[in-house]
């Protein structure tokens, strides 16, 4: 067997095959299935992407009423789960919530036979919003929201029982529907990866989701986000975001939501989440300044650094604008891509090979054992 030297990060390493999404390859941009993400963005809904990525092909009006009937049975908050979710500190990150959701499910409801995979995505992507929220609205003023909304759409459910209203502007539940378009696949990303690994030892479909969880929090993946509002909350004005840029420039801190692995100039999901972000601004809930800055941000950093925007920094603003709280952005971003993850990990299996490389040594050379009564500093 040959050994290639290593890559930091494993850049540019080809870890497998796959046939759900080309990111930037051979130039074509983004595509899930081979349908373009502007296409996808603009003309189809998060449900119809669920089904592309899980099934492998779009859905006909049937397959799609079939789906959204599916999604409102499995929306369904266990008793065990809420009793949990109770018990759960109003300081928790909803992060850690969604982890710990992902792993009680697998406890309520196991995997017990092969062939389960499509239910248990299903479930999972129905339940984390309903759960999240239970957890939020009953840990902040003791409410115990009632989370069937009806045959609503992932994205008008989750802003209804946010907002606890039951009329949400039809922008607003846009904007979130295409975010999770956006969010939903992106091939061997770090949590599609861990989560293919996990699989690949022939555990437990919600072991492998709960590792993606816990892989997609860190602020160099899905954590940026919320790592770029907390930045960009307290800029009201061009001076204050010129002081930030400048400051960070100097200690040669991260922008985070800029810059990205593999898109080295523009990411193709930007422009789309900006574009929402920039109709919400015009509108009366919308944040004018906000955008503004973000604007003026993004301007610099292409033209002194040449480091482009990625998916995270337009959402940052287009989920505030939805009224969304800063710590909820990455778990939005769980129910997103559980899609990816799903379509990802089903393929896994489909042609399992554990995964399991190996590491260029860099330790000592051979060593003469040295009994513990022998030892002292000299000779270890
Ligand atoms: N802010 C400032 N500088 C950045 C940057 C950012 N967001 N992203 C990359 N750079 C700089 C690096 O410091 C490096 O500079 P150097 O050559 O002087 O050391 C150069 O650009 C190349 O970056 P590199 O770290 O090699 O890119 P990568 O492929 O390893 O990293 C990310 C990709 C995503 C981890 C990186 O761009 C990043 O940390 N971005 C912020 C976090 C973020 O938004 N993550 C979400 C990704 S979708």
Known sequence: MSEKKAAGGLQGIVAGQSAISTVGVGGIGLNYRGYDINDLAYKCSFEEVTYLLLKGNLPTQQQLDELKTYIWQKRQI????????????????????????ASIVGILEPETKPGQEYEICIRLISLFGPALLYWYHYSNSGIKINENTGKDSIAENFLKLYHLKSEIDPLVIKTFDVSLILYAEHDFAASTFAARVTVSTLSDFYSGITTAIGTLRGPLHGGANEAAM???????????????????????????GFGHRVYKKEDPRSPIIKDFSLQLSKTTNGDPTLLAVSQHIEKRMIEEKKIYPNLDFYSASAYKQCGVP??????????????GWGGHLIEQRSNNKLMRPVSEYTGPAKKQFVPIEMRNKANL
């Open 78 to 101: 266990p008793c065990k789960l809420k009793q949990i979710l109770e018990t759960l500190p109003k300081e928790s990150h909803p992060m850690d919530i969604m982890r710990t959701v």
């Open 230 to 256: 907390q930045y960009l909350e307290p800029l009201k004005s061009i001076s204050q975001a010129d002081q930030f840029l400048n400051s960070r420039y100097q200690s040669k801190q991260l922008i985070m």
């Open 326 to 339: 800063t710590p909820m952005f990455t778990a939005i971003f769980v129910i997103s891509r559980m899609t």
